[in-house]
């Protein structure tokens, strides 16, 4: 396995695909939920918590597409943004890409985050976490972005 | 030994002029950091502004009940081209209310069965019948300028979104269709302001099978619909393009409730007209529906 460079934080690339992980998984299994009828959502369906009425409201789909499954299309790009090979990349299309497509991840939690308070009225606790997942991704990200850009602009030691 | 000694001392203290000179701050070089942190910050912050807002408002949020008017075109579009599959894949729904078999009389006009509609755009279940009977009636033909209007604001279920059958038409090469909307949604005096007279027959269909009582929906001479078959209070606070968005969610109780009971009518209509389309009547979703029509 190749050394981080110099200029990248070392817990980078593992931080950030830990959270890949753990993003994926919640979202693979609110897809499932979507989809099927044998998988059944872990959560209060009353009260102002209340995952069903969130999962089966209108704003679950976004363009006919279920949002959880779009959850799973960010974490898997997501995903491949932040492998090692992608961090030790220089290349500032790849750095771009990494920073856009996580502040895409941010609009749209802010996007759902709205929905679930203003238009449902009702919070989901399973998509409550890939909100939380995904803001610490994407602190993570521009953390790791900043160092390593500080590094690069920084003169060397002695 | 004192010579190189000094020599020494002075890249020494080189070094260490150098050393200091670096680890003064860089403001330049700090300033990613201060942004992503600014990012951070702010998307947290509007985050919690929210939250904050929502707490502070309290009560429930819907949205306000439109005035009647035409329906949005992507509304219309989305209830009559609902995919077939979606229709299989809801199939039959236990839950829904059955449809209740009469042994009437095969009405036609134009030489085609003829299915009567009667309501009033107040009246609450009326407004969730229509969802179903749009897109069931839609496999078989084409509505022209349906309408959108709310329930009454006053009644059960208030300002439940729906279409209006007022100055709609529907065409079709297997059906005919009347409506009548006996009534606005406006109150007036005791009642609701009228806006459509019955004809003698829808009179004497529905005094015959269902009196006093609407919706009242003549599916030809074996099956009339006497009230809505679902809850239409799960279509509470929103608003027609939420429902319609809705219906092709098929995880939603609203798209399991109507387009459930879109099956129902549409396996009643398909013994109407001998089972044609065929591609409809014997689509999987109808064919399971069919099976569970009351005998």
Redesign the interface.
């Known amino acids: 396995m190749t050394a981080a460079p110099r200029w990248l934080p070392a817990w980078a690339a593992p931080v950030t695909l830990a959270l890949v992980a753990a993003g994926l998984a919640v979202s693979v299994y609110l897809t499932l939920v979507h989809y099927t009828t044998t998988v059944k959502l872990a959560c209060s369906t009353t009260g102002v918590v209340n995952c069903e009425k969130v999962t089966s409201s209108p704003q679950s789909m976004l363009a006919g597409v279920p949002v959880a499954l779009l959850g799973v299309v960010f974490f898997v790009v997501a995903g491949g943004l932040c492998l090692p090979a992608a961090w030790r990349s220089q290349s500032a299309a790849v750095r771009i890409a990494r920073i856009g497509w996580m502040v895409a991840g941010i609009g749209m939690v802010l996007h759902l985050v709205y929905a679930e308070l203003f238009q449902i009225d009702a919070v989901c606790l399973w998509c409550t976490t890939v909100h939380v997942i995904t803001v610490i991704l994407f602190a993570a990200v521009l953390v790791a972005e900043a160092l390593a850009v500080q590094a690069m602009t920084d003169p060397p030691a002695g | 030994m004192s010579k190189p000694k000094s020599r020494q001392q002075r890249r020494a203290q080189e ?1 260490d002029r150098a ?1 200091r000179l ?1 680890s003064r701050p ?1 403001p ?3 300033r ?2 201060v ?3 600014a ?2 910050l702010g ?2 912050a ?2 919690a502004a ?2 904050t807002v ?1 707490l502070t408002q309290g009560g ?2 819907g949205a306000p009940a439109k005035p009647s008017g035409r329906a949005p075109a992507s509304v219309v579009r989305a209830v009559t081209t609902v995919p077939a599959s979606l229709f299989n894949l809801i199939g039959y729904q236990s839950a829904l209310a059955p449809l209740k078999r009469i042994n009437g009389k095969a009405l036609q006009k134009d030489g085609k069965p003829l299915i009567v509609f009667v309501g009033a755009e107040y009246c609450p279940l009326c407004a969730g019948e229509r969802w179903a009977l749009v897109a069931a009636l839609s496999r078989f033909g084409t509505f022209h300028n349906l309408g959108a209007t709310h329930s009454s604001s006053i009644d059960t279920d208030p300002n439940t979104a729906t279409f209006s059958f007022h100055r709609a038409t529907y065409t079709s090469s297997y059906l005919s269709l009347d409506t009548v909307e006996l009534t606005t949604n406006q109150p007036q005096g005791n009642f609701y302001k009228p806006l459509e007279k019955p004809t003698a027959l829808e009179q004497q269909l529905s005094a015959k099978y269902d009196p006093n009582y609407i919706p009242f929906v003549y599916l030809g001479s074996r099956y009339i619909v006497d009230t809505v078959a679902y809850n239409p209070g799960i279509l509470a ?2 608003t027609m ?3 319609a ?2 219906m ?2 098929p ?4 798209c399991q409730a109507i387009l459930g009971t879109a099956n129902n009518i549409t396996a009643a209509l398909c013994q109407q007209t001998n089972g044609k389309p065929a591609s409809v009547c014997s689509s999987s979703g109808v064919v399971a529906a069919a099976k569970h029509l009351p005998a």
């Open positions: 070094r050393a670096h860089q330049s070089s700090q990613p950091l942004l992503a942190a990012g951070v998307v947290i509007v985050i929210l939250v929502r429930t949020t606070g929103l393009q939420q429902i968005a809705a092709r969610n995880s939603s109780p609203i």
